[in-house]
């Protein structure tokens, strides 16, 4: 793929140099402290235990990685454990961002898992980010079951303001109808809408303007999603306006 005029190369990531330098990347984008940056060593632990970590490459330079770990579920209605994989994080850096890199890796990681017998790749996101979430939702096709309220703790980077993490937990059915759908550019429309909930569309800008008035939408979601998911209903869609995103809730089999 191209960005710009360099050629961008997505691959799996080996060295401890590029271990290194994705360590530095998450500093970059997200601005942690130490206590909050993932180790070089949990590179090299992921690796080895059948995880992922993929990076995108700009000639030798990392500017884009992603790092996902081995789960297993075991959940009400499931009939066994099943194998599964949580990609914990995806960055990219700044400069490399709207060019379609972060699709790319997560195209390449659904290849990947699906060839080793994996059907589910899970993730978490913030409910606020709905540019975010429109990528996850309506370009890849992950449904929303479940919101979890601060999962991460309070933490060091800017980005999230001094807001408690809450959290929505992404589930991605790699070779589902839906799935398939929405890769081939089709809208997928088999899940009529029960209800809808409302996030604004720059409630980003409030996060470090107006925390307050961040926080009381952020609570008002989740009392809203934590209902509608108590009821059985699912994020199937998410619908853009001028003002305002709305998360789209229907059933899922």
Known sequence: MKNGNSSI???EIHELSEFEAAVAIQ???WGFSDID???LR???VATKIGGQLLGAFDGQKLVAFLLAVPGIRHEAGDAA???YLHSHMLGVLPEYRDAGL????????REDAIARGIELIQWTFDPLEARNAFFNIERLGAIVRRYVENQYGHTTSALHAGLPTDRFVAEWWLTSERVRSILAGERNSSHPVL???????DIGDWKGSDAQRARAVQQEIGRRCLDAFGRGLAIVGLERGVNEYEYLLGEWA
Do not use: C, D, N, S
Not at 102 to 109: E, N, S
Not at 195 to 201: G, H, L, M, S
């Open 81 to 83: 454990p099943m194998h």
């Open 195 to 201: 209800e809808r909930i409302p996030v604004p569309a």
């Open 9 to 11: 190369t997505v691959r």
């Open 37 to 39: 940056v993932i180790p």
């Open 27 to 29: 500093k970059e984008i």
């Open 42 to 44: 949990m590179f090299v």
């Open 102 to 109: 972060g699709r790319a890796m997560k195209l390449r990681q």
